[in-house]
């Protein structure tokens, strides 16, 4: 086999005369130069670069108090004089040495965000390469961000939260340079002191304080390792609200310091067990705590409203805007409503062991003007009204639900004067799941029109109605109304009787539509946000979606006065056009009233809050007819004292649409 000769500069002559083939290095000479100088240019590109950004001048905190008012304050004229709340940061800002801290809590925060803080210069390439990976991989236990504490705290104090290349590039270059000017020392207590760990809390000294109603130097190795945890999106972790998403951060950080050898297993071990529901310690978010709610607002459980309205703010703003930024609010809460909504679900509740109780009013361009979300918010902050966005579940609707199988039914062209069968009980073959389902509640003799079959709430008959509507439709229509609770993946017949979990806004949203004549309009408690100088940051506008024609509208609210005027909720009676619905749930755990009038739409629930039967209350059965029905017309007849009735735009024909065939489908 014949082999390519050898090119003549590939080789060289040896002192015997021999010829010998040049090594690697020169014969890839050329290459290696190249590689060499773009080295060499890189970095004196990165050296000019480094040496051209100055490391300015850190600045001292000017965080500005915001303010919070209610629906009576014009633009322009929100400040702290007619503010019904503020929010700040300067109180729950307190700087402490490092040497304060304890060891366990320094440790918990290097574990969690820079394991090699002490090694690196400010930027980590080991660590932005273990980052990526763990990403690639689909992370660990153990898993850690890019950014080094330096560069955190770089961008919390110099920068600017925009995400840029050029923002990064200075972040970079920034954080180097400052490990040259401080030591690693004085940058890990600026971190420490600047760092957000939640409920208002600026720096881990405010942070202890806030969760545990303590000096930080007395935190243990639990307590460290949940505030550590929280670094990154405390809001998404806020033990009170979320304690699962709190406690696998926790023992993601107590694994990184096992890791590091800061633990042993047996300290991992115990700090794991360390128990979110029954530790005394684990203090609950205030409104203290970088909230004050003046006294005649927080009197009327203004504090739950507030809560609601700081919770959207932050969502949207995030909290250093929220708590320093001084901003201006302009909300929905009406201060006279408020206090009618509260007294009438306090004043009709006000036996001992009296259930809790709940109410929200909308009016008819989607403002929310009260909202009673329990009786005091230092006792207990969790919100009634709003369902698991408040710290808690949903409860089942009962009956109130029947209202979107009728709309369905009205949308698909069926006449609301259809004879329907409202036997005592049937049985439905197949219906529940796959199994039988066995449904008790009739009226009207057996027969009635599906107007009177809702009037008298009648079981039996709304049942075959949602089967052959088909449920997924009456699912689809309820959150078009305006549910925005998840109704479940699939959704089966026994929905109509009110099975699936709801909140009272959710309830009053989704019957404010018929209200509004078939126009949904998403509830809001913010109009409007301002700067401190005035200057427009966002208006909130109503935003409307049509779901029912007018007519159709007018026929669903003609039914549902036909409750008020001789149904099931005749104790809701107000002496003026209203429309409204019963709902009970099984074993009496949950009783509704919703209601409402041209112009304003009330929701009332009412139940225990650990979910046990209502079975002897004022020596009886708490149904939707009863209690809750009374505290409905309380808070309405107040409200409405002042205003002239209001008529209901009147059906074009009561008997549009075609006859129902029950069994059909």
């Known amino acids: 086999m014949r082999h390519r000769p050898i090119p003549a500069h590939n080789l060289k002559t040896t002192r015997s005369g021999a010829m010998k083939r040049r090594n690697i290095f020169w014969r890839w000479r050329r290459l290696f130069y190249l590689v060499t100088l773009v080295m060499v240019t890189g970095v004196a590109g990165v050296g000019f670069v480094v040496a051209e950004i100055e490391l300015p001048i850190a600045p001292e905190p000017e965080d500005q108090t915001t303010f919070v008012c209610t629906a009576e304050v014009a633009p322009g004229q929100c400040n702290e004089d007619t503010a019904a709340a503020s929010l700040h940061g300067e109180e729950d800002r307190v700087n402490v040495d490092l040497d304060e801290i304890p060891d366990v809590a320094v440790n918990a925060v290097i574990a969690a965000e820079d394991r090699d803080f002490f090694d690196h210069g400010g930027v980590d390439p080991v660590g932005i390469t273990r980052a990526a990976l763990s990403d690639i991989r689909g992370g660990s236990a153990s898993r850690q961000g890019g950014s080094t504490i330096t560069q955190q705290y770089v961008k919390n104090v110099y920068l600017t939260s925009d995400r ?161 930024g001084g901003l201006r609010i302009y909300t929905t809460l009406d201060r006279g409503l408020q206090e009618h909504a509260y007294r009438a679900v306090t004043e009709t509740l006000d036996q001992p062991g009296d259930p809790a109780g709940s109410l929200v009013a909308i009016d008819d361009n989607g403002q929310v003007r009260a909202m009673m979300g329990g009786r005091d918010y230092g006792e207990d902050p969790l919100n009634l009204a709003v369902g698991t966005a408040g710290g808690g579940g949903g409860r089942q609707p009962g009956s109130t639900f029947k209202a979107f199988a009728l709309a369905e039914a009205v949308k698909q062209g069926y006449s609301i004067e259809s004879q329907v069968d409202t036997p005592s009980a049937e049985t439905f073959p197949d219906a529940d799941a796959g199994e039988d389902w066995e449904v008790r509640g009739g009226c009207c003799g057996g027969r009635a029109t599906l107007v009177e079959a809702t009037a008298r709430s009648s079981n039996t008959a709304y049942a075959q109605l949602m089967i052959d509507l088909g449920p997924e439709r009456v699912g689809q229509m309820a959150a078009d109304l305006g549910v925005s609770a998840d109704l479940g993946e699939e959704i089966y017949p026994s929905a109509v009787l009110g099975t699936a979990s ?164």
């Open 164 to 324: 840029t290349l050029t923002r990064k590039i200075r972040e970079a270059v920034l954080a180097i340079k400052l490990e040259q000017e401080i030591s690693k020392e004085q940058i890990l207590e600026n971190y420490l002191n600047t760092i957000y760990f939640g409920r208002g809390s600026y720096g881990i000294g405010a942070a202890s304080r806030a969760y545990f109603s303590k000096d930080v130097s007395e935190l243990s190795l639990p307590e460290a390792a949940l505030l550590a945890g929280l670094i990154r999106s405390p809001q998404r972790a806020e033990p009170d609200r979320y304690p699962e998403e709190a406690r696998r951060r926790r023992r993601t950080v107590l694994a990184g310091m096992l890791e590091e050898e800061m633990i042993t297993e047996a300290e991992r071990d115990r700090a794991d067990e360390w128990p979110f529901d029954t530790y005394h310690d684990l203090a609950r978010w205030s409104p203290g705590n970088g909230v004050e709610v003046k006294p005649d607002v927080a009197l009327f459980g203004g504090e739950f409203f507030v809560e609601q309205v700081r919770k959207q703010l932050t969502d949207r703003y995030g909290n250093d805007a929220v708590f320093g």
């Open 502 to 665: 709801v909140s009272v806004m959710d309830m009053a949203a989704a019957y404010s539509t018929f209200a509004n004549r078939g126009t949904q309009i998403e509830p809001r408690v913010i109009t409007r946000v301002e700067r401190a100088d005035g200057t427009l940051v966002e208006e909130f506008t109503a935003t409307r979606t049509t779901v029912l024609s007018v007519d159709q509208a007018s026929r669903v609210t003609y039914s549902l006065e036909q409750v008020i005027d001789h149904g099931t909720g005749e104790a809701a009676d107000i002496g003026r056009p209203a429309a409204g619905k019963t709902g009970t749930t099984q074993e009496n755990r949950d009783a509704w009233f919703v209601g409402y009038t041209p112009t304003l739409t009330a929701s009332v629930w009412m139940g225990y809050v650990d979910n046990r039967e209502m079975a002897d209350v004022r020596g009886g059965l708490v149904q939707g007819g009863s209690l809750p029905a009374d505290i409905w017309r309380t808070f309405m007849d107040r409200a409405l004292e002042d205003a002239e009735p209001v008529d209901f735009m009147e059906p074009a024909d009561l008997d549009a649409g075609r006859e129902l065939d029950p069994g059909s489908g």
